[in-house]
């Protein structure tokens, strides 16, 4: 008798079965799909005003010309996000565990971070760049930089930290009276059992509600247009105003699409993985 354990003749069928069945799935979706599409562009195209609007948005000549300027300005955005997104990181996480402070002696931190993420989360994120790209170079403050792209940097991680600190908080609040009360009875403090215990399984948790908001970071990053830096959206702004037409925008909306799509994917990979492993009682 051989020890290799092989499948039946019964569980090969069904394999073979679960096989064409998932095949057909597939195949039944991706043809939909490009069905639809196919179904959108037909009817985009023989639309009364397509020529005008290809004309004026997919615009060949226009893209390329406006290309290289708005690849500059491109790079503006992608500054603001690498130097902000830390920052917010670290600031949303101090704004959470004030929050979350339970000491008589820090209620008025506590008092503090909640006003700052009522307040700064009910004004929206462009009145804030406008606020502090007109308003703070205006006052003059010595020691500070009056340039348009550190205030804009600093009103996109004020906008930002406070969602960034509410999707911290609603992970320190997932985590299991139980185990902090673990940790007390093993003699850690206050402090350590935030840093040790539970800390570290909320960062966990919050990771995908994190990576949505920077994909929302990265597009906001647009908004500093409003001050007249000149991003990829000022650019493409300014190549339509002189030539009459918007093919830059689309270009523009190319450049974000390619940013964001792959941090998207990610955050769904990130969201599945970590539902398989909390099914799998690995969480």
């Known amino acids: 008798m051989s020890d290799t354990w092989s499948p039946s003749p019964r569980e ?12 057909r799935s597939v195949l039944t979706a991706t043809g939909l799909t490009v069905v639809v599409f196919v179904a959108l562009g037909v009817v985009a195209a023989r639309s009364p005003g397509w020529p005008s609007v290809h004309e004026l948005f997919f615009n060949g000549y226009h893209a390329r010309e406006s290309f290289d300027e708005i690849l500059h300005g491109f790079w503006i955005n992608v500054q603001l996000f690498l130097i902000c997104e830390p920052v917010i990181l670290a600031a949303g996480l101090l704004i959470a565990l004030a929050r979350s402070a339970r000491s008589p002696w820090l209620a008025p931190l506590r008092v503090v971070a909640v006003l700052y993420t009522d307040v700064v989360r009910g004004i929206p994120t462009l009145l804030l760049v406008v606020l502090f790209g007109f308003g703070f170079p205006a006052l003059q403050l010595q020691g500070l930089p009056n340039s348009l792209f550190f205030w804009a940097a600093v009103a996109l991680i004020v906008s930002y930290s406070a969602y960034v600190a509410e999707v911290f908080r609603s992970g320190i609040d997932s985590i299991h009276p139980s185990q902090v009360n673990s940790a007390s009875a093993l003699g850690l403090t206050r402090g350590q059992t935030m840093r040790h215990v539970v800390v570290p399984q909320a960062t966990r948790r919050v990771v995908p509600p994190l990576l949505n908001d920077f994909v929302s ?6 908004l500093v247009s409003s001050l007249g830096l000149f991003d990829a959206l000022y650019s493409a702004r300014d190549y339509g105003n002189y030539n009459f037409n918007y093919t830059p925008l689309f270009v523009v909306a190319c450049f974000f699409i390619v940013c964001t799509v792959p941090l998207a994917r990610l955050c769904d990979w990130l969201q599945r993985r970590w539902l398989e492993r909390e099914r799998a009682g690995a969480l």
């Open 217 to 222: 970071l990265q597009k906001d990053t647009a």
């Open 12 to 23: 090969l069928d069904r394999r073979a079965v679960r096989r064409r069945l998932r095949t």
